[in-house]
Nanobody, 120 residues
Framework: QVQFVESGGGLVQPGGSLRLSCVAS????????MSWYRQAPGKECELVAT????????NYADSVKGRFTISRNNAKNTMYLQMNTLKPEDTAVYYC?????????????WGQGTQVTVSS
């Protein structure tokens, strides 16, 4: 029943921007820590960013800090990831999930993800 629907990915040039969205359902979104994860070809899933249940606190992987901004709208059960100054190494499929306190994903079901490709 837990579902995540990611959108907003696409093909952009280095230095460009994208805004990803994640619509969640099947759990109490407003009480959940939420995170963005990404997986590049041949690599394991990487935690990108995390946001507290009310949006007051956030954390980022060192590789994206200063370039990405995570946010959420609890009234819409939606989380966002504003990605600026994109680099080729940001190329990956981006997924969202609720997060445990250790930042591991809380649910075993994942959405389809949204593909981000950064290339000139």
């Amino acid at each position: 029943q837990v579902q995540f629907v990611e959108s907003g990915g696409g093909l952009v040039q280095p230095g460009g921007s994208l805004r990803l969205s994640c619509v969640a359902s099947g759990f109490t979104f407003s009480s959940a820590i939420m995170s963005w994860y990404r997986q590049a070809p041949g690599k394991e899933c990487e935690l990108v960013a995390t946001i507290s249940s009310l949006g007051g606190n956030s954390n980022y992987a060192d590789s994206v800090k200063g370039r990405f901004t995570i946010s959420r709208n609890n009234a819409k059960n939606t989380m966002y990831l504003q990605m600026n100054t994109l680099k080729p190494e940001d190329t990956a499929v981006y997924y969202c999930n609720a997060a445990l306190s250790n930042y591991d994903p809380a649910y075993g079901s994942w959405g389809q993800g949204t593909q981000v490709t950064v290339s000139s």
